[in-house]
């Protein structure tokens, strides 16, 4: 549905230029959702400008459901980004209209009688879950409903595809929830093809079908979300799958911790799960064979894309031979060990 | 204050009125346009052209940089031509709209930077062509300052109308100088005084209940 191909942008300011995308290609396949992840700075924004040509690359082709963008004259593009929605952090309503006046605009632009419009904004209000709110002012609404009316004003002229420029970055994390199960329920009802970018590997996880991973300017890793938790390979994708989870040890251990062994001590570990991991009961397992307890601080483990993947701290309490095993054991089972000292108990 | 003094200045509040009423309406709808084309024209905008940006920018500013009672003579020609004649009331409309102009297309100017550039960029992501933008997002956003910009505008010609008096158009202002200052009559200058300031609350006040019910933001 979308196919960037070669896309190179520059932006210059006086004698010095800088590579905003560098040889971009992407395929986003029609009805699927697509994540585009990457810090701050990384040219996320810009990418997702391309598909509508809000900003010309300075090379390559822009496809959108087979045509192409930039052979389009001015007339031609205004009539092919009509076919297109696009929703962005910053909502951008217009504060001067109702929310049906919002979802209305883009209505107008094609010549619907008033009558259409009416029956189709009502429909729109239903599916985003603001019929009660029609003839209220943006400055009115919270940001997640504000963002409600964006899409619904996206959807209005029934495009075939979606583009969300950080649609979830100004919103708490229940709002972001809501909104993201909205887009997922009109991708799977209306079929529509969805590229979003984020620096939220959240966002991925719980809507995108596809991944890929921008850094400077440049694509370096993208697949199906399954593989990419599983398999990602760059320090980069490690970092942002690792973003997602909260461990901390806590103060009371960091006071009592040492970083060798001494008497009475005992090792907190840090187990790291990925796609790679043995999928077995491996705790429990451990605790049999080397006859060891082991006690679980705190844990964060979540399933997606069909795999286990996330992290435990926990304590090994055995004698120093029977941990060292123990470990060797997780480390065979492709766990990620890491001792992060040892902690003497409290007499 | 005698009966004729009365009258005179009933007449004078009539002729300041006629002259502040007539050059807002046209510096207005002038003006805004004006200031539209200020803004649009410039680079990253709905219609960027550099030249014609560059040599309204330069005109506008010369407009701004005259000061009024010598822009009313110095005009003369121009007046005789479009009214006939360049003594009296209507007359002194014509040089008060020439000044109010450029006063107004900046404001308006102003009032049209402060859209967020999101909007545009929703705007263009939308469809909408460069004349729609226009019609369905800046003015509609802008209505609030421009509203704002009018009353300014408005209460600036009252201002400027006072030196009206030069061409023999009249007004309250006129009534001032000639009664109260030339004739040290006190009484008159204090009533010209409170007229005006009252006429000026008024349309403050007009221009505060409009920019209030059209702002949503």
């Known amino acids: 549905m979308i196919k960037l191909n070669g896309i190179y942008k520059k932006y210059h300011s006086g004698s010095s230029s800088v590579s905003a995308l560098q040889n971009i290609s992407l395929h986003v396949p029609a009805g699927k959702i697509m994540g585009i992840i990457g810090a701050s700075g990384a040219g996320k924004s810009t990418l997702i400008r391309m598909v509508n040509l809000l900003e010309r690359p300075d090379q390559g082709s822009v496809l959108v459901d087979g045509m192409n963008l930039m052979h389009l004259n001015r007339e031609e593009l205004t009539e092919a980004r009509r076919k297109m929605g696009m929703i962005f952090q910053q909502f951008h309503l217009l504060s001067s209209r109702t929310v049906f006046g919002n979802i209305a605009l883009p209505l107008e632009l094609t010549g619907h009688s008033k009558k259409e419009i009416k029956q189709r904004v009502g429909e729109l209000l239903q599916l985003v879950g603001l019929e009660d709110r029609a003839m209220a002012y943006p400055s009115e609404l919270s940001g997640g409903q504000k963002q409600r009316v964006a899409i619904a004003r996206a959807l209005a002229p029934s495009p075939k595809v979606l583009l969300c420029d950080e649609a979830t970055s100004a919103l708490d994390p229940k709002t972001t929830h809501s909104i993201l199960n909205l887009l997922q329920k009109i991708n799977r009802k209306l079929g529509l093809t969805i590229l979003l970018i984020t620096h939220e590997m959240d966002v991925i996880k719980t809507i995108c079908d596809e991944v890929a991973i921008l850094d400077q300017g440049k694509l370096i890793e993208r697949g199906s979300v399954t593989s990419f938790f599983s398999n990602a390979a760059t320090p980069i994708a490690r970092e942002f799958i690792n973003a997602t989870f909260h461990l901390k040890i806590p103060e009371e251990y960091v006071a009592r911790m040492k970083s060798t062994p001494c008497d009475q001590s005992y090792p907190l570990v840090k187990l790291g799960f990925t796609g790679n991991t043995v999928d077995k009961p491996l705790i429990s397992e451990a605790c049999r064979f080397f006859n060891i307890d082991i006690s679980i601080l705190s844990a964060d483990v979540e399933y997606a894309g069909g795999v286990k993947f996330g992290y435990l701290l926990a304590e090994l309490f055995g004698t120093q031979h029977q941990c060292k095993a123990a470990q060797q054991f997780f480390i065979q089972n492709n766990i990620q060990l890491e001792v992060l000292g040892y902690v003497r108990t409290n007499d | ?217």
């Open chain 2, 1 to 217: 204050m005698s009966e004729p003094m009365i009258k005179l200045l009933v007449a004078a509040l009539g002729e300041t009125m006629l002259m502040v009423f007539f050059s807002t309406l046209v510096a207005s709808l002038l003006g805004l346009i004006l200031g539209v084309i200020l803004h649009i024209t410039r680079p990253g905008q709905i219609l960027p052209l550099p030249r014609v940006q560059k040599t309204l920018e330069m005109l506008v500013n010369a407009g701004r940089s005259i000061p009024f009672i010598i822009l009313l003579v110095a005009i003369i020609p121009f007046t005789r031509f479009i009214v006939g004649t360049s003594i009296g009331t209507v007359a002194a409309i014509v040089p008060l709209t020439v000044a109010a102009i450029p006063f107004m297309a900046r404001l308006v100017e102003g009032t049209l930077m402060e859209i967020p550039s999101g909007l545009m960029d929703a705007a263009q992501a939308m469809g909408l062509r460069p004349f729609q933008m226009i019609t369905k997002i800046l003015l509609p956003e802008a209505l609030p300052g421009i509203l704002n910009s009018v009353t300014i505008t408005m209460i600036t010609l009252v201002n400027y109308s006072a030196m009206a008096g030069a061409i023999g158009g009249g007004g309250l202002g006129d009534i001032g100088i000639r009664y109260g200052y030339q004739r040290f009559d006190a009484t008159v200058m204090l009533v010209t005084v409170l007229i005006l300031i009252l006429l000026v609350q008024f349309i403050q006040s007009v221009g505060h209940y409009l920019v209030k019910k059209f702002d949503h933001r």
